[in-house]
């Protein structure tokens, strides 16, 4: 199920219309899905590793509630804000300051991520306080990603909104 980019995000409420709702691939859509950018984002924080335990502890617990509530786009945004947490601790790691690749974003690109033909910066010594906040947000993520709960409905939502 590809992300859909042409949505009007500023309208569209997820939690209404699920229908709408798109996996897509990684973190695709992580923050631009709302009611539950707003809910979560105020939530993830990577900058030490305590800092990061506390917020991927919270957003697992989020995860758990959407669950619970059988809200499937819910706990697949926690699972995202997990995978972010990971890959952008990841990036402060390797790039202090957390600027992977040379030059802005193209306009049509905004929100995406990757490259998008621009070049990777060149990568600093690596930072250990950020990898140790990465490797905190990996483990709920796996967490998150393998929960038999978490499976089960998603390949239920697949099935009732997948083309």
């Known amino acids: 199920m590809p992300f859909d980019y042409t949505l009007d995000f500023r309208t569209v409420d997820f939690r209404q219309h699920p229908e709408l709702y798109r996996v897509g691939k990684g973190e695709q859509g992580v923050l631009l899905v709302q009611p539950y950018k707003a809910e979560i984002l105020p939530h993830w924080r990577f900058r030490t590793p305590e800092v990061a335990r ?29 995978q972010m947490g990971f890959t952008r601790a990841r990036r402060y790691a390797n790039h202090k300051g957390g600027k992977k690749y040379d030059g802005p974003v193209p306009d049509d690109k905004k929100g995406q991520s ?15 306080v950020k990898a140790e906040a990465a490797a905190i947000f990996k483990r709920k993520w796996d ?19 997948g083309k």
Do not use: N
């Open 143 to 161: 967490q998150a990603k393998e929960h038999p709960e978490y499976l089960r409905q998603r390949t239920e939502f697949e099935a009732r909104y």
């Open 54 to 82: 506390e917020s991927s502890e919270h957003i697992y617990r989020l995860f758990e509630a959407y669950l619970q509530q059988h809200d499937f786009v819910g706990a697949d945004m926690a699972r995202k804000f997990l």
């Open 114 to 128: 990757g490259a998008h033909g621009r070049d990777e910066l060149p990568r600093t010594p690596e930072d250990p």
